[in-house]
């Protein structure tokens, strides 16, 4: 299980962004897009209604304290493939309020909103950072406390468990840490290369690498994801999005001659021409 949290601006930007997705050209794409993010809200806390009523709800409060620039509060949970509809929403539900009695926005408003657009299931908190008393809920130190919320969280439902950022742990468990982190880079770059080597194309690679449990983030660049959600990005593995595809451009024009080679060699004629020039030389 892995947690983000960050602070913002707007609250109806990011509800929007989470119920909708991206913006899209057309209403039609958009409304593909919606369906795709397939949220759901499962969780309301001291606030209810429509996404618009809600965000009315939110700016309100939030007016008691006009000086406080970033009042959104926008935390994320990401859970692990194997632990793929192992939970309830009533459980992810819990694990929200369990979130916010550890950040203390626990009688703030919130609003807990599940997404199966990915992989891997996910969950996302929108609360409040001020209370209807005025007070601001602290952001302190908050990357170190959700990572151990999440580990609380892991043994509580019996999940997947996943290691701290390196900057939460004791020296002896970065070392323990940075030989298992080498040796799953070693075993997916032998992976990519093999897979590099039998594709022709960036999307036939991407389901090879998908077959063999990783996920591919493309984009500007590539990036690797395994099962224990360790990411590497293709330059990591000293494989550039740009140096991946140049070599497949060269294997599909090797490829091709090949192909023409092998269909030249096929034409009617050529095999009876080189069986005589055969004939011929050994006559001499």
């Given at each position: ?118 992989l891997h299931e996910h969950i996302h908190i929108v609360a409040n950072r001020v ?128 192909k023409h080679a092998q269909m030249r060699w096929q034409q009617p004629g050529i ?14």
């Amino acid at each position: 299980m892995i947690g983000k949290i960050t602070t913002g601006r707007n609250f109806r930007g990011c509800l929007r962004y989470l119920h909708e997705g991206r913006l899209q050209e057309s209403e039609e794409l958009q409304l593909e897009e919606m369906v795709k993010k397939q949220a759901e809200v499962i969780y309301y806390n001291n606030c209810f209604g429509t996404m618009d009523q809600v965000v009315t709800q939110l700016v309100e409060v939030r007016r008691l304290n006009p000086k406080l620039l970033k009042p959104v509060l926008h935390a994320s949970f990401s859970f692990a493939y194997a632990d793929a509809a192992l939970l309830t929403k009533q459980q992810k539900a819990d694990i929200a309020v369990a979130m916010s009695e550890e950040f203390g926005f626990d009688q703030n408003q919130f609003i807990v909103i599940t997404h199966s657009d990915t992989l891997h299931e996910h969950i996302h908190i929108v609360a409040n950072r001020v209370g209807y008393d005025g007070r601001t809920a602290s952001d302190h130190n908050s990357y170190k406390r959700m990572a151990q919320f999440c580990r609380e969280m892991e043994k509580r439902y019996k999940l997947t468990p996943v290691l701290n950022p390196n900057r939460f742990l004791t020296p002896t468990e970065r070392m323990a840490i940075g030989k298992r982190v080498d040796n799953r880079k070693e075993l997916l770059r032998e992976k990519l290369e093999a897979a590099i080597s039998k594709s022709d194309t960036i999307e036939a690679l991407k389901i090879r690498m998908e077959k063999q449990g990783y996920q591919v983030e493309l984009g500007r660049g590539i990036a690797f994801i395994d099962k224990k959600l360790v990411r590497f990005k293709g330059s990591q593995l000293g494989r550039s999005l740009a140096n991946i595809t140049a070599q497949l451009i060269q294997q599909r024009g090797i490829a091709e001659q090949q192909k023409h080679a092998q269909m030249r060699w096929q034409q009617p004629g050529i095999t009876e021409k080189l069986a005589r020039k055969k004939t011929k030389g050994r006559s001499i």
